[in-house]
Each structure stands twice: as C-alpha cells, then as structure tokens.
C-alpha cells in the first residue's frame, strides 16, 4: 500500500512540477496574430502551444505579456542532461514553428529564445529575484 500511495504523490508531483501531460495536434481557428496582445492577453493566462509538425507535440503553459510581446518561460531544468525526457523548451529550440491556441483561435508562431541580459529583465518581471540559472524564455513572434 505505501509503494502505491508513493507512486501516486510522485505522480502528481510530476504533473504539478513540469505541467500537464503533452498531447498532439490542436484544433481551432487559425487566426492572424495581432500587433498587440492585450486585447487577447490581458496579463496571463493559460495558452497550448504545438510544436513539431511531422510529430506534433502540445502542451498548456502560462503566456504572459511583456512589454509588447507574448512569453513562456520554462523550468530551470529543462536542458538539463539528467531530465528524463525531451522538454519543450528542447523542441522548440530545435523546431522553433509553434502553434499558439487562446481560447479557439490558433496563431502559426515562431518561439523566438531570449538570451540575457533580455532574458534576466523578462523573468525579473516574472518575480525572479535574483534571477536564476536554466530558466529559458520564448517570445511569440510572427513567422516570417
């Protein structure tokens, strides 16, 4: 009984600390992107980002608004050698056309990594203080 109850708490921790389970394709409108995101994005919220087409990988993080831009910012790990699987953030680097679906319009993105220092002012806005190694920061940008 303790090794189910363990494996369940280690479970949930996983979701809770790396996020939802990834999916596939996402459906919906496609959508222009707009010049500016605060009508769509008031602050945060929650967007699905796809990625990868010829083997299409989804996953719901936490947009947010930057000054004029569309961010996500990943976990300090997620390039980490020891990580257990592929992250996102590892995806996008090598595939950086994504998808972006707020509520049913979909926007055709490029996620664009931020280095510092423009990275460090991104998540210092995020609350980061002092701003730690790993965290990787896209901006959505108009492909093109």
């Known amino acids: 009984m303790r090794t189910i ?12 600390g790396c996020g939802p389970i990834p999916g596939g ?9 707009p010049s500016d995101w605060a009508a769509t994005v008031p602050d945060k919220r929650f967007c699905e980002i ?6 299409p ?18 976990h300090r790990w997620a390039l980490a050698s020891w990580w257990p699987v592929a992250s996102w953030a590892a995806i ?6 994504v998808r972006v679906r707020i509520a049913d319009a979909i926007y055709e993105l490029r996620a664009a990594r ?11 806005h995020r609350g980061y203080d002092p701003v730690p190694d790993g965290i990787l920061v896209f901006r959505f940008e108009p492909r093109g």
Do not use: M
């Open 5 to 16: 109850v363990v494996a369940v708490l280690g479970l949930v921790a996983l979701q809770v």
């Open 25 to 33: 394709t996402l459906s919906g409108k496609v959508t222009p992107a």
């Open 50 to 55: 796809e990625s990868r087409p010829a083997n």
């Open 57 to 74: 990988h989804s996953i719901q993080l936490e947009c947010f608004r930057f000054e004029d831009g569309l961010y996500v910012n990943s």
């Open 92 to 97: 996008w680097i090598d595939h950086p056309d």
């Open 114 to 124: 931020i280095p510092d220092p423009a990275r460090s002012q991104v998540l210092r």
